[in-house]
């Protein structure tokens, strides 16, 4: 396994590039199952997530190719074994975001039920509550999902997706993917407003869906008897390009982020600006300076338009720092900790109070070898070690390699000081 030396502190400054999101990448590729040909999808990033979900496409019996420009080619005339082995679904939760499609497609699906994870239980009884509603028959058999469309395939309906934390962005796409081909129409009341969401809605209309409400927590969809393949672009990545947002402001320096859409980044910039954090639109994206000192903030992560849960850990290694105390309270998953003591390993001094932690701020952050534990979780750590004094260890980078492409040689290209050593195995 993989580590990462970092030598800290070190200020960026330059130009990085954000990659096509992963999540709407994963949804979009599981959409392709929908009709039968060849889609290409462009923007996709190199990513482990992205290379297992594609390893698990072929199990369906899709065939996948890269071209030489990236574009990646998913032909998924014949889907003839429409099954998630344990063996993927444990290694990648979103594997259950192939449930809508196959069942659609095909009339049955079995997937394994997602095990826990770094950041929590993953439940999916609102996946299965939504695709129930459309008709399906659902039962559990020895940890797999086993779901059947009725003989006259599924059927639209007005369908309420609100769970305890809110909205579910996986469990939505799996719904409206399985509604785009129902007969009659479907409701999705309480829907993910996620970008990734209305990407991947965006991408099903290219395809002949008919579904408006995109990006309102209220999805309609008028089922449609075929979709047709498509080529099709993702959206940049909010959470790789909040990611840099931060590297910018832990550093005390400042990057040009291209290719980032500030319309769906108002809950970060907000608080980046109130952290004390320079945020300006600019060509494509944005620049981002911090000069003064980082002040403390409040921060609660909520479904989207809120404050992302996947920025909570990075900016939970920058108010380490801030001067004063700050709140962060995880709305979504509440178990989403896992940096919590690898931070403090480094000097930072987190208290967690169940799914509140104070924050209180630290003048410095000295090096340290930690752990990485889940893919955002790593990314604190990576930032954190940027600017901790020494050398620090991160052991576990596959952790990172899931989200982050190559993410050693792009903050080495503005200023960091990061080597990736080949653990001895
Ligand atoms: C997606 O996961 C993202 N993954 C996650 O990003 C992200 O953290 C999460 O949405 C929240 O924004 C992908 O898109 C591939 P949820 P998802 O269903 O869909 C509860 C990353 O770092 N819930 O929106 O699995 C659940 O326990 C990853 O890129 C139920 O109770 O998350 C959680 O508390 C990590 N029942 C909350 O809802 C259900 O049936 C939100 O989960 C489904 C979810």
Sequence with gaps: MDIFRIEGPVRLS???????????????MAAAILAAGKSVIKSVPYLSDISVFGQLLCQLGCELDRSPNGDLCIDSDVIDNPIGE????????????ILGPVL????????SMPGGCAIGDRPVDIHLRGLAELGAKIHLKNGNIVAEAPRGGLKGKDIFMGGPFGSTVLGTANVLMAA???KGKTVIESAACEPEISDLANCLNKMGAKITGIGSPRLIIEGVKQLQPVEYQVIPDRIEAGTFMVAAAITSGKLHIQNCRLDDMMAVVDRLRNIGVTVEAAEGGCVVTRKGSIKPADITTQPHPGFPTDLQAQFMALLSLAKGNSIVIEKVFPDRFMHIAELNRMAANLRKEGPTVIVAGVKKLIAAPVMASDLRASAALVLAGMVAQGTTVVNRVYHI???YERIEERLNLVGAKISRVAEAS
């Design 86 to 97: 344990y063996d993927i679904v444990r290694r990648m939760r979103a594997s259950i975001c």
């Design 401 to 403: 390699d899931r989200g």
């Design 14 to 28: 330059g130009t990085v590039n954000v990659n096509g999101s992963k999540n709407a990448s994963l949804p979009i």
């Design 104 to 111: 659609a497609r095909y009339g049955r699906v079995e997937v």
């Design 180 to 182: 785009t081909l129902a």
